[in-house]
């Protein structure tokens, strides 16, 4: 899994987009601050070398009938942003959903060759974000065809996007604060004023204590961080839980892992429901996925079979040419 490279590319559409969305819904994007985070809303894109989509299908109603889904397709000649401009003043927004989906596997700034294809079914939700329901990206330099289908595995209040084997497209911290969650939304410096991981969850969720250690402060720069919770694990790492609902916890009180230390919310600088996690050692800021580790799930066998019905469901949303 290639983290570092890729990061480096979202950053400029991620900023394009984020200014996107704010400026639809509050007029003007937040002030900068290290701790300020703007979450939980169309998730974060690759930006690559500047370009042009050749080839590129129009959007329309996929096969089925009755449908919201829209269908778009794409050579790319240079860029995944430049291909998903075929789309107007949508296209940042759902180039930055469909660009996140294969953010674990497709490093942009080394893996995106002129060629390769894009297609995807997406539409608009009713709370001014986009909806993935099948991405394809077929990669020459990688000799596959990277897949995503949405489905809600068994036992899962949420849906998630797994490949047509049944294993899931994005990675799951080990051990992380969350037991669960409906999707990340941003990893570490997709802005530049972004330092930690962000998990879209409804308000209340629990939050717990990833590891041993004790409480060094709570509710601090409330007007960007909301209610929080900051612990210094035995390590000696800190980490910081903002945006909160509830603390459930003091500053001196030591904790034990898997203790519940606070309700996931929207408050602070936040424009929707979530979590944000981030870890610092002394003055260096540390990648969530690098200090935890990080594993796929894969569906288990009884579900296979449904899950094979779905895609090939799904399949039929994405027409033939």
């Not at 940042?92 to 700034?109: G, I, K, T």
């Not at 974000?129 to 596959?144: H, P, T």
């Amino acid at each position: 899994m290639r983290q570092s490279p890729f990061l480096i590319g979202l950053l400029a559409l991620s900023v394009a987009l984020n200014v996107y969305l704010l400026a639809t819904r509050h007029g003007a994007p937040p002030p900068d601050t290290r701790d300020t985070v703007v979450a939980g809303e169309a998730p974060s894109a690759p930006e690559e070398d500047a370009g042009e989509a050749a080839d590129a299908t129009p959007p329309k109603p996929p096969a089925s009938a009755n449908s919201d889904w829209r269908v778009f397709k794409a050579t790319v000649e240079h860029s995944i942003a430049r291909a998903f401009e075929q789309l107007g003043a949508e296209g940042p927004a759902v180039a930055a959903v469909y660009a996140r989906l294969f953010v674990w596997d497709l490093d942009a700034q080394q893996d995106v060759l002129k060629g390769d294809r894009i297609e995807v079914v997406w539409r608009p939700t009713a709370d001014a974000n986009y909806d993935v329901a099948v991405a394809r990206y077929v990669s020459g330099k990688l000799g596959k065809t990277l897949d995503a289908y949405k489905y809600l595995a068994p036992d899962d209040t949420w849906p998630s996007w797994w490949r047509a084997d049944g294993t899931e497209v994005p990675f799951r911290l080990v051990d992380g604060p969350l037991d669960d969650y409906e999707q990340v939304t941003s990893l570490l410096k997709d802005r530049p004023t972004h330092a930690g991981m962000d998990f879209k969850t409804p308000v209340g969720t629990e939050v717990t204590a990833p590891r041993r250690g004790k409480v060094v402060q709570t509710d601090w720069n409330t007007t960007f961080n909301g209610k929080s919770v900051e612990l210094e694990y035995e390590d000696g790492v800190h980490a910081k839980f903002l945006h909160l609902d509830a603390t459930k916890v003091k500053p001196g009180q030591a904790v034990k892992a898997g203790q519940v230390i606070g309700l996931t919310g929207n408050s602070g600088r936040s424009t929707a429901p979530h979590l944000h996690y981030q870890l610092e050692r002394g003055s260096t800021i540390l990648d969530p996925l690098e200090y935890h580790g990080s594993s796929r799930r894969k569906l288990p066998a009884a579900a296979l079979e449904p899950f094979k019905a779905e895609v090939q469901r799904l399949r039929t949303l994405l027409p033939a040419e």
